[in-house]
């Protein structure tokens, strides 16, 4: 069979507007579920109702699939139809400072509970100086201080009297006391004391030794009294504090009767309050270290670390940046006399402590690349707690103390958003990732053209104009759109799932239906659209151009040559991919069968380029060396290529020159040629075809459509042509021509003219008769040559 010559409706699949049923978007009804992903929101939806750990769930898809949006659609209406987690603070620990507690509270108690805490330290700071300034605590401390001093003055005054009655008086000194002889009711002094006679000497000596010794263990005896002293004192500052304080902590336990765990915090409150009585009173009274020793009033204050007051249902968070600290919590310090200093109020919540109990969506790419991000998370999933620790702590890289907040139980989805390439790099690198994360939500590139999804368009159009606040969209601005959505699938039966694009060409259009002072986007606003997007995309293409055009690129399209053919790439920078002409050579020579690609040997030819030379080799040597071997060597190359090559696309017009280059007959130049080709010699399906015929078709318009030109491609890419209006014109008027191919004996036929193979018993000259008699030829030269050799 011949090449087939495709007509101008094939290369196209149009879209009827009639097809939708508004006349324009401001009438219609938006989307009610996901945009074509039902296997991706049946995952979600089994993920979340799986009560079983692991269960979480990676979203794999290619950006600008609506991924975002599903996930955030699909999370947002179950979590309000759930359970309202609890509120979670930290609470100072009077029994461990440095391990502050945990607590979880009913959501909207927390937040009440702080601002009990922060009235109770304000009426706690009235209460006891109120107690300690009352009149009667006054009395009383100073009845117990008078008591003592009376008891001191008393036991000396006792002590006075008993000298006195033995000559002896109890002196008190600037040193300190002293007893001294004494005459009538003075005491003596050294001289009138030398003059006493002797044994009046020794009796006065004598007692004031006694009454020394008494006097030592009186002194002995006061240090007991004044701890006694304050004792009382502080028992009296005890009873006090308890007064005043007392019924401030009653009538909290009574608020909070329903929660044991607060009941439990607020007595330890009430004992540390008791034991602190004197610090409280000393603060009081100006004198003691309260504020500036580090006894302060904020350990009785309560931290919230996550408040679900006013809030309905399971919470849903994003966290965009989930660096370790971002996701697992901090403690924060603050400078304080010059060093840093730390309590429980300055723990700080991560995402994980405010997404549980609910639903936590990450980017995958972005805690991959955190440091000690993804193992963090891991490690909070697999304990089912969060544990917060600073990273120099997790390692061991300091030696400071810090605290170490009690760990938080942990009940939570986890649902990871990344490409495919990231899920299975996971899947095969990380022996915990298939246990974390045992669901995938695997979101369509593309979707069947049915009338079902054409009408779903139509439905995302709506919603898309109504999200972004657009003109209304005309049913044939909607089919334009489901026209370049199949150009975008590269697909007659296919339309592309993604949602981004969508959304911005509408954007664009309505940009350009409001320059035009149109009400509603028609479809002259896309295709306008779509052309200032290609205009703005287009300098690398158009510098291409220009250098085939000037000929610093050779690339013929007209006439004939042998060993050469026009081959066609494919340059992707980013969103607008085109292609280009390049020119493949081929010589042939004799040697021992060998085809050397010189982009291979090189090192500019990837290896599924080279895997399409080796089997375009073995090819040959199945047609033409079932009974010799091959006797010639051979060398295919990319003329004027500077970069990497990479692919199969041209192993079919590489085939075609090499036969020619060995049959020695030219080949068209104004035709150009794409496929890849299996060991049969069968053409198989490419990718970017519709950019590789535009982009021969550009060169040769620019240089004039002469009737002949065209392009070659496979059978297997029929289905996937969908070209752009001045090409489909072209072919209408025969300007240009689209051939497909089956076998490289249809190509090799197009491309010389010649039949590929003999037909009958009368011998007509075909190209595999004119290769084989070239191989014969090459291999009695050999021989020949052998021999010669030989006999030399």
């Known amino acids: ?52 750990s692991g269960y979480n769930v990676y979203v794999l898809g290619d950006p600008g699939t609506g991924r975002h949006t599903v996930v955030r659609h699909t999370l947002e209406s179950r979590a309000r139809a759930e359970a309202t987690p609890p509120d979670l603070v930290y609470l100072h620990s009077f029994t461990d400072p440095e391990r502050p507690r945990s607590l979880s509270l009913p959501a909207g108690r927390g937040l009440a509970f702080r601002q009990t805490m922060q009235k109770f330290v304000q009426d706690l ?13 006054r009395s009383r401390i100073e009845s117990l201080q008078s008591e003592f001093k009376g008891r001191e003055d008393g036991a000396l005054t006792e002590l006075g009297k008993a000298a006195v009655s033995e000559g002896v008086v109890l002196m008190r000194t600037p040193q300190g006391f002293v007893f001294a002889p004494l005459r009538g009711e003075e005491a003596l002094d050294a001289d009138e004391f030398a003059k006493l006679p002797e044994e009046e000497r020794e009796r006065l000596g004598h007692s004031m030794q006694k009454f020394g010794q008494e006097l030592e263990k009186l002194l002995h005896q006061f240090p007991r009294w004044r701890k006694e002293l304050q004792e009382k004192i502080r028992q009296a500052s005890r009873e006090a504090i308890t007064l005043a304080v007392g019924h401030l902590i009653e009538d909290l336990k009574a608020e909070y009767q329903d929660l044991p765990e607060i009941g439990a915090f607020l007595d330890e409150v009430m004992q540390d309050v008791i034991d602190l009585s004197e610090a409280l009173r000393d603060r009081d009274s100006g004198q003691g270290p309260f504020q500036g020793g580090g006894l302060t009033l904020e350990r009785y204050q309560v931290n919230l670390l996550v408040s679900h007051a006013g809030k309905q249902g399971a919470p849903v968070v994003y966290e965009d940046n989930p ?19 730390t309590n429980f109020t300055l723990i700080r919540a991560g995402s994980l402590h405010r997404a549980n109990g609910g639903y936590l969506v990450l980017d995958a790419h972005k805690i991959l690349s ?6 963090g ?14 990273t120099t702590q997790l390692y061991g890289l300091s030696g400071s103390v810090s605290l170490e907040p009690q760990p938080v139980p942990l009940q939570i989805k986890v649902i990871l958003i990344g490409d495919r390439q990231i899920y299975y790099l996971l899947r095969n690198l990380d022996p915990e990732f298939a246990d974390l994360f045992k669901v995938e939500a695997d979101f369509e590139d593309q979707l069947e053209k049915s009338d079902q999804n054409i009408r779903l368009y139509g439905e995302l159009i709506t919603t898309l104009v109504s999200t972004h606040s657009l003109l209304p969209v005309h049913r044939r601005a909607a089919a334009r759109i489901v026209e370049e959505s199949g150009r975008r699938a590269a697909d007659q039966s296919r339309l592309s799932a993604g949602t981004r694009w969508i959304a911005d060409l509408l954007c664009e259009s309505d940009h350009h239906a409001r320059q035009e002072k149109r009400s509603v986007v028609d479809a002259v606003d896309i295709d306008a659209a779509l052309l200032m997007r290609a205009r703005r995309a287009d300098r690398l293409k158009l510098r291409i151009h220009e250098a085939i055009l000037r000929e610093s690129l050779l690339i013929e399209t007209s006439g004939s040559v042998v060993g050469q053919i026009n081959g066609l790439a494919v340059v992707d920078p980013g969103e607008s991919a ?51 071997p091959l006797c010639l060597s051979a060398s295919l190359v990319f003329e004027q290529s500077y970069g990497a090559v990479e692919g199969d696309s041209a192993s079919l017009a590489e085939l075609c020159v090499l036969l020619s280059a060995i049959a020695r007959v030219p080949l068209r130049q104004d035709l150009a040629l794409t496929g890849s080709v299996n060991q049969r010699g069968q053409a198989q399906a490419i990718g970017g075809v519709n950019e590789k015929i535009e982009g021969f078709y550009d060169i040769c318009k620019k240089r004039t459509l002469n009737g002949t030109q065209g392009v070659i491609i496979p059978a297997a890419n029929e289905k996937h042509l969908m070209l752009r209006p001045s090409v489909r014109e072209s072919v209408e008027k025969g300007e240009f021509h689209i ?32 290769t084989a008699s070239r191989l014969d030829n090459y291999s009695r030269l050999r021989q020949a040559y052998a021999n010669a050799k030989s006999s030399s």
């Not at 209460?127 to 605590?137: G, I, K, M, P």
């Not at 089956?742 to 190509?747: G, K, P, R, Y």
Request: proline share 4%.
């Open 578 to 628: 085109f292609a280009y002409p390049v020119r493949i050579t081929a010589t042939v020579r004799m040697g021992d069968g060998h085809v050397v690609d010189i982009e291979r040997e090189t090192e500019m030819g990837g290896p599924i380029h080279s895997k399409g030379v080796l089997i375009l080799t073995a090819y040959l040597a199945n047609e033409f060396a079932q009974e010799a």
């Open 323 to 341: 660096s370790y600290q971002n996701l697992i919590g901090r403690v924060d310090t603050m400078a304080q006399f010059g060093m840093q200093m």
């Open 370 to 375: 955190a440091p000690f991000a993804w193992e």
């Open 125 to 137: 700071a009235t209460a006891t100086l109120a107690a300690f300034e009352s009149e009667e605590f």
């Open 377 to 390: 998370l891991k490690r909070a999933l697999k304990s089912a707690q969060i544990q917060i620790e600073s």
């Open 739 to 770: 051939y497909s191919v089956e076998h490289v004996d249809q190509a090799i036929e197009l491309l010389t003219g010649l039949p590929a193979r003999g037909s009958g018993s009368e011998w007509t000259e075909n190209i595999r008769s004119l």
């Open 1 to 52: 069979m011949p090449a087939r010559l495709l007509k101008a409706t094939s290369l196209f699949a149009s879209c009827d507007p009639l097809i939708f049923p508004f006349e324009t978007t401001a009438t219609a009804t938006g989307l009610s579920d996901s945009f074509g992903q039902s296997r991706a929101h049946e995952a979600l939806a089994f993920a979340m109702s799986m009560d079983r």
